[in-house]
T-cell receptor, first 113, second 113 residues
Framework: ETGVTQTPRHLVMGMTNKKSLKCEQH?????MYWYKQSAKKPLELMFV???????ENNSVPSRFSPECPNSSHLFLHLHTLQPEDSALYLC????????????FGPGTRLTVL | KQEVTQIPAALSVPEGENLVLNCSFT??????LQWFRQDPGKGLTSLLL???SQREQTSGRLNASLDKSSGRSTLYIAASQPGDSATYLC????WGYGQNFVFGPGTRLSVLP
């Protein structure tokens, strides 16, 4: 295992629901990342947290709201999503932002109905 | 804006064949290039990392080359095995982007027994 876990692994939600994705890393890293992988686009960086501070927001719509309460946990809060938001959401961590080696979790497969 | 493409999008070969996966990027001002493997339902695993000053890296049956001036990298897999079946992604780390990765769309490889 990579040391990065994500829950839930699968999520189906309606457009009016509110849900949260959780990521946890047990590697002692200080940087955590959210990526989106959809069927028709390459893997896209969404957010970066370095030492609990958000350092990157890659023009992500406000219906996605990240939270990083400590260096080991990262959440992605979802509300009023669109069907085109259906994708695999991957979390990753690294020693700190800019480190070449990132460790990825298995992802959450999200379907928005 | 840096764009990364990969050819072919999918590849199916019989076991034992040597094969080459291609990656191209539009801006040669990269920090490094990395090849990843992604198995279905799982996150990414780093295979090889090539710094911008290097020409190639090898790990077991894998060899990756980098020609920064032409914006190209190849991943060579020798004596392919069914266990090599996965999606292979290349990613470049570029200056001025928070040292984050820009990913290609991937090549889906199937090695038939």
């Amino acid at each position: 295992e990579t040391g990065v876990t994500q829950t839930p692994r699968h999520l189906v939600m309606g457009m009016t629901n509110k849900k949260s994705l959780k990521c946890e890393q047990h590697l002692g890293h200080n940087a955590m990342y959210w990526y989106k992988q959809s069927a028709k686009k390459p893997l896209e960086l969404m957010f970066v947290y370095n030492f609990k501070e958000q350092t990157e927001n890659n023009s992500v719509p406000s219906r996605f709201s990240p939270e990083c309460p400590n260096s080991s946990h990262l959440f992605l809060h979802l509300h009023t999503l669109q069907p085109e938001d259906s994708a695999l959401y991957l979390c990753a961590s690294s020693q700190e932002q800019g480190t070449d080696t990132q460790y990825f979790g298995p992802g959450t497969r999200l379907t928005v109905l | 804006k840096q764009e990364v493409t990969q050819i072919p999008a999918a590849l199916s070969v019989p076991e034992g064949e040597n094969l080459v996966l291609n990656c191209s990027f539009t801006d040669s001002a990269i920090y490094n290039l990395q090849w990843f493997r992604q198995d279905p339902g799982k996150g990414l695993t780093s295979l090889l990392l090539i710094q911008s000053s290097q020409r190639e890296q090898t790990s077991g049956r894998l060899n990756a080359s980098l020609d920064k001036s032409s914006g190209r990298s190849t991943l060579y897999i020798a004596a392919s095995q069914p266990g090599d079946s996965a999606t292979y992604l290349c990613a470049v780390k570029i200056w001025g982007y928070g040292q984050n990765f820009v990913f290609g769309p991937g090549t889906r490889l199937s090695v038939l027994p």
